[in-house]
C-alpha cells in the first residue's frame, strides 16, 4: 500500500507534459530545417539525414544533445542553441508524423540559399591582400586566404566589416610523402600541390533580406567556385551560414583576428 500511495505522489508531484504544436513545428521546420532537411523531413542531399518518420523522443534528444554540446556538429549546434524547448518538441512531433522518404528521394533545395549574390573577384592576387595560411590535417588540404582592401581596413581598424568586403580561399592538396602523409615546409605549413577550389564570402545591402532569422548572417553571402571560376552547383548556402551564425560579433569570419594583423 505505501508503494501505490508513493507512486501516486510521485505521479502528483511530476510536471504535466504539454502536448506538441505541430502546426507550430511545421512553421518552424519551414523556416530553418528544411534549407537542409527538406519541408517534410526528406534531406537535400545524401550527405544530411532524413527526418521524417524518425521517433519524436529521438529527434528531440538529439536536438537537445546538440544544443548543450554533448553531440558536436558545428552547423547543427549553432541552429540548436537558437531553438527553445517546447521548439524542439513541435519540430520532433511535426516530422514525427512525417511519412518517411522513399529510397533516393531528395527534397529541392530552398531557392534562396541555392543562389548567391558572390561573383568571382577577378584580378584578386594583384589587388587582394593575402593574409593567413592554415593546413586542413583531416582533408590533407592547406588553403591561403585573402581579402580585398574594403575588409583590411576595416578590420585593421578595429571596425565590422562593412558592405563591399570580399574575402577569397585557395584550398590546395598537400604534397604528401612516401607514407601519404603531408609535406611540411619549414614555415609549419603543407606544401600545396594541385589547386582544388576556391571559396569566398562577401557582402552588399539587402544580400541577407530573403535569408530565414536563423541563419542570415547580417548580408553575407557565400560562394563555392571550380577552377574554372564558375559557381560549383549544389552549394547549399544554408551549411555556410548555420557554420558561420554563432560569429555575429566578429563580423562572420573566423579569421577576423588574423585580417586585422595582415600587412
Known amino acids: 500500500m505505501k508503494k501505490v500511495i508513493g507512486f501516486l505522489v510521485f505521479l502528483a508531484a511530476a510536471p504535466i507534459a504539454h502536448a506538441a504544436d505541430m502546426e507550430a513545428g511545421k512553421t518552424k521546420a519551414a523556416a530553418v530545417c528544411a534549407a537542409c532537411h527538406g519541408a517534410t523531413g526528406v534531406s537535400v542531399s545524401d550527405a544530411i539525414p532524413n527526418l521524417a518518420a524518425q521517433r519524436p523522443g529521438y ?67 594583384e589587388t587582394f591582400t593575402k593574409y593567413y595560411t592554415v593546413n586542413f590535417p583531416a582533408t590533407k588540404q592547406v588553403r591561403y586566404y585573402y581579402a580585398n582592401k574594403t575588409a583590411v581596413a576595416a578590420a585593421k581598424a578595429g571596425k565590422p566589416l562593412p558592405d563591399g568586403s570580399v574575402l577569397l580561399a585557395e584550398a590546395y592538396s598537400a604534397q604528401v610523402d612516401a ?34 532569422e536563423m541563419l542570415r548572417n547580417s548580408d553575407w553571402n557565400y560562394a563555392v567556385f571550380t577552377l574554372d571560376k564558375k559557381h560549383r552547383p549544389g552549394v547549399n548556402q544554408a551549411e555556410c551560414l548555420a557554420c558561420h551564425k554563432p560569429l555575429d560579433n566578429v563580423s562572420y569570419t573566423f579569421t577576423l583576428k588574423q585580417l586585422a594583423e595582415a600587412k
Open 179 to 212: 607514407g601519404k602523409n603531408p609535406v611540411t615546409g619549414a614555415d609549419g605549413y603543407y606544401s600545396a600541390d594541385k589547386l582544388l577550389f576556391y571559396t569566398a564570402m562577401a557582402r552588399e545591402a539587402g544580400w541577407g533580406k530573403d535569408i530565414p
Open 59 to 125: 529527434l528531440e534528444a538529439q536536438l537537445k544533445a546538440l544544443k548543450d554540446g554533448t553531440r558536436k556538429n558545428q552547423i547543427m549546434n549553432a541552429i540548436a542553441s537558437q531553438l527553445s524547448a517546447e521548439d524542439m518538441a513541435n519540430v520532433a512531433a511535426f516530422f514525427a508524423a512525417q511519412p518517411g522518404a522513399v529510397t533516393g528521394a531528395k527534397s529541392a533545395m530552398s531557392p534562396n540559399l541555392a543562389k548567391t549574390g558572390v561573383t568571382f573577384p577577378e584580378g584578386y592576387k
